[in-house]
């Protein structure tokens, strides 16, 4: 089984035509290179962004979903992930249960969050996929 998180973009604006074929790309590449079919896509829980277009392709698949998000995001739409897990209550609590989830992370744009995520990932060993993606107006 290979875990596959993805960051990014939540609340920005961004070209999410180009961000869904890095997230096709992105999949292919890693289940080739991990030769199995057996997938969890991990996320930040929201149908908002990066995340929702992740779980989205992930339901095309019929890969397993795994949201991770602290409590705020219950107040905004969340996809109907296979398990949910909230922890703590302000955006960031859940970064280290996150990363503690995943074997690999695939980032395409993102803010702040996610690039202390990524940072971290990298000093912990997980293996990172990283695509600058611009946000737009």
């Not at 920005?12 to 992105?26: G, N, R, T, V």
């Not at 739409?77 to 703590?88: A, E, Q, S, T």
């Amino acid at each position: 089984m290979i875990r596959i998180g993805f960051a990014g973009y939540s609340d920005k604006k961004f070209d999410k035509q180009k961000a869904i074929e890095l997230i096709k790309d992105a999949l292919d590449d890693l289940t080739e290179d991990y030769q199995t079919k057996d997938i969890q896509i991990v996320s930040g829980l929201t149908n908002l962004g990066i995340p929702a277009l992740a779980y989205k392709e992930a339901d095309e698949r019929g890969y397993y979903t795994v949201g991770i998000a602290c409590k705020k995001a219950e107040e905004y739409d969340c996809f109907k992930c296979d398990k949910k897990i909230l922890v703590g209550d302000d955006w960031g609590d859940e970064s280290d249960t996150f990363l503690e989830s995943i074997d690999v992370l695939v980032r395409i744009g993102g803010g702040k969050q996610t690039i202390a995520e990524t940072k971290r990932a990298k000093e912990l060993g997980i293996k990172v996929v990283e695509h600058d993606l611009e946000e737009t107006k």
